[in-house]
């Protein structure tokens, strides 16, 4: 068995990043993930920030330090807080409060620090708007060489945005972010809403994850019940790594529009010879899921999980 993967998952929890550090949590065996940095983004800093430490003391992973991160996009000013996750952006399902504050270090600076410490072996997640990861790499000019990629969950590379027609939310709240992630070379896999819009539960599987007799499925149900969003878009980032059979894709060259106006934080995706006019692609762009699959797989995942604890 190789050894587990250093990760480190950047995210703005929100119900759907929790349920992916959940599923982080459920492979131990695949996943080394050595710190959560978080963003504004669903919510803002000082609520994305204890609901990190939140989810991951009920994962049983409270040694994994939470560093805070960004409280505003690089440009633009902070957008409105998003009703989809509850008032407390964990659906309001009453976790108990975060056990401890974030580390003292920038989450940008943590960025840079867990790579250096990981030899160029550390894998990136990223769930939420890209500001931390575009400050990283603008704090160390080298961090493309330290870490071997980036798994994200944003933007709509083929079809209409949810936040606007043009864009995702993740790329929306800081177009200036995501296009210097997509511009620095670091090899990207893009977990767009071309895909994460299939990565629904059926009704079937959302009955199992509810009962007394269960109870993280039931913290599962609870935390869906309090989402206003049918897709598990950020889980998706988890189930690539674990199964990328699961995904059908394609090599684009991904450009963000960072212009003012109704298209700001577009994901426009080259695919094709002339679209890509002799560049070369900079992102493996997710375009099909198998849902069944998929939702196995999760399930299997939390029951694994609520086993362990
Ligand atoms: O567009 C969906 C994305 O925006 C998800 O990451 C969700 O958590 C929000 O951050
Ligand atoms: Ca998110």
Known sequence: MAEPRPILLDCDPGVDDALAILWIAAHPERFDLRA???????????CTAPNARRMLDVAGLGAVPVYAGAHRPIMRARGKTSKMHGGDGLGDVGLPPATRAPEPLHGAQAI?????????????????????LALALLLAPDLPELIDGITLMGGAAFGPGNTTPAAEFNFHVDPEAARIVFESGIPIVMAGLDVTRQAVLSPQAMARLSGPDAPLQGLCGSLLAGYHDPCLHDPAVVAYLLEPALFESVAGHVAIVTTPGDTAGQSVAAISE????????????????????????????????????
């Open 274 to 309: 002339r679209h890509l006019a002799g560049r070369a692609p900079n992102a493996q762009i997710l375009t099909g899921l198998d849902q069944p699959r998929f939702e196995a797989l999760f399930l299997n995942s939390m029951v694994t999980l609520g086993t362990s604890l």
């Open 112 to 132: 840079v620090e867990t790579a250096r410490a990981c030899d160029g072996r550390l894998h990136l997640l990223a769930t939420g708007p890209l500001t931390n």
């Open 36 to 46: 959560v940095t978080v963003v504004a983004g669903n919510v803002g800093l000082e």
